[in-house]
């Protein structure tokens, strides 16, 4: 029987197989994880790995990539396969939550699964205190990138494989989380997990096939008890099929619905979700802008891993780059992306409309943005612009009006609010009014975790939001088409 050895943190496992499997197959049929952002078609080249033996002959993605391919590889016989590492850094800062009538239990957790990232935090839940952090990839990366690809790997039999994925992960975290303090795994007395109405699906089993066509309307919201890994665990309620419990949970957190202003909240990332506070209503929208400020779709893009350029400037006259970890730079991550765009856009290499005349912006050594990574730029930012300007537009709220642009997310806690400025992406009138709120869904669910009061005011939100929805709208359409240029002059006047 042929062996697979698989080469992964210098440490060499071997798998026994049989007939030709695809390489992606086997991987996943013992547990192991690799990114393919494109959902295996070869299209993203972030598969990219080092393979000898009886392989098949490369596919014309692979000779278009220049490497093999993890999703494209077929094994013959005999092979040896080295993955590589890329554990970035996972998003957990935010606010402490408030101590109130905290959930049942000596210790309890607080998790956000995001689509690229989970976050984990462990509380006692008599004193408040933080014990303990973990931040782990979510492994359902490795069958796509994006919602909508994991809702038809769902729908195609893989359901049970992806519920497996992220309940594991929990478990490992969890587990390790406990350990840090000494503490068995069976003193944790409850969860908070939050997270878009997607990956509550997913987590919970429930069949997604409602949120993958028209209308769109999820048959769960959540807001409901029920088990985890045996222990009692609360799903915070989601306002809509896309705008799920993680912006109640943002909402939460951010405290706008408590003071006496007009607040907008961004969480941008795949989904770009919106939430907008005026005069007592909520209203809240999402738009896809797809993976390019997660690094995915970018010919050098990767996550928040070291080697990362995660900044660019210039310095007399010259562009600038600093790396995570100061590391020899291997790719570059979203905060940098931006700083990248905003860059060339001051130096005239890119202009209004996108266009580039160089075939490649060198940045380091073998890492350049494309002309087509510019045009992958545009079309996320043009998504959060426009929906941002459509969201104030029909709620009918004149942009100075607002006194405070929240943003949330991973890539927001590392965002040049200036440079975001700068390309469009938000309105440059806000740049001075910014408050990063780090993973506000995490923490707001702790604080659903350590204060029972504040269910009911999730709840509330998520009940009375108004949904405004983008899709088919004549108002986004315009206003995509005009955040399709860089710079901010025209788009949000």
């Not at 590391?327 to 209004?352: M, N, P, R, W, Y």
């Not at 400025?421 to 350590?450: C, D, F, K, M, Y």
Request: a negative charge; charged letters at 15%.
């Amino acid at each position: 029987m042929p062996v697979l050895k698989l080469w992964q943190n210098d440490i060499c496992r071997e798998i026994s197989f049989s007939g030709m499997p695809t390489l992606v197959s086997l991987l996943l049929q013992h547990g192991i994880t690799a990114a393919h952002p494109c959902g295996g078609s070869g299209i993203c080249g972030k598969c990219a790995i080092r393979a000898e033996g009886a392989l098949s002959a490369p596919t014309a993605a692979e000779e278009k990539a220049g490497t093999r391919l993890s999703c494209q590889i077929m094994l013959l016989g005999d092979a040896e396969v080295w993955l590589r590492e890329d554990a970035g850094v996972i998003e957990t800062s935010g606010s402490a939550p408030v101590l109130g009538t905290a959930m049942d239990g000596l210790f309890g957790a607080a998790v956000d699964i995001g689509t690229t990232t989970i976050a984990l935090k462990l509380y006692d839940l008599k004193t408040g205190t933080l014990l303990a952090q973990e931040g782990a990839m979510n492994p359902q990366y490795s069958i796509a990138a994006d919602v909508m690809g994991r809702i038809g790997a769902a729908m195609g039999g893989l359901l049970p494989m992806l519920q497996d994925m992220v309940t594991e992960v929990i478990q490992a975290m969890l587990t390790k989380a406990c350990a840090r303090k000494d503490m068995p795994v069976e003193q944790v007395g409850a969860l908070v997990v939050t997270g878009n109405t997607t990956m509550l699906y997913l987590l919970t089993g429930r069949d997604p096939a409602c949120l993958s066509c028209a209308p769109f309307q999820a048959d769960c919201l959540f807001d409901r008890m029920d088990t985890l890994l045996g222990i009692p665990v609360y799903y915070p309620p989601c306002m809509n099929a896309f705008v799920g419990a993680d912006i109640t949970c943002a909402v939460l957190d951010s405290g706008m619905h408590l003071r006496q202003e007009t607040a907008l909240l961004c969480d941008i990332g795949t989904n770009g979700e919106l939430a907008l506070w005026n005069e007592g209503k909520l209203y809240v929208t999402s738009t896809a802008a797809g993976p390019a400020f997660e690094g995915a779709g970018i010919s050098c893009g990767c996550g928040s891993i070291p080697g990362a350029i995660d900044r660019v400037w210039t310095e007399n006259g010259k562009v600038q780059i600093h790396t995570i970890g100061n590391q020899k730079a291997v790719g570059i991550c979203g905060s940098g992306l931006v700083d990248a765009i905003a860059v060339f856009l001051e130096t005239g290499d890119i202009d209004e409309t996108g266009a580039v005349d160089a075939d490649a912006l060198p940045l380091a050594e073998q890492v350049a943005l494309l002309p087509a990574d510019v045009r992958a730029v545009q079309l996320a930012k043009g998504a959060i612009a426009a929906g941002i300007r459509t969201l104030l537009e029909l709620a009918e709220v004149a942009e100075e009006k607002i006194d405070t642009l929240y943003i949330a997310g991973g890539f927001g806690s590392h965002l040049n609010v200036a440079s975001a400025a700068a390309i469009g992406l938000i309105p440059r009138a806000l740049e001075g009014r910014v408050t990063i709120l780090g993973n506000g869904a995490l923490s707001g669910a702790a604080q659903l975790l350590l204060c029972r009061e504040a269910v009911s005011r999730a709840r509330e939100l998520a009940q009375h939001a108004t949904h405004v929805t983008l899709s088919g709208n004549s108002h986004f359409n315009q206003h995509f088409w005009e955040a399709m240029f860089f710079g901010d002059e025209d788009i949000f006047e």
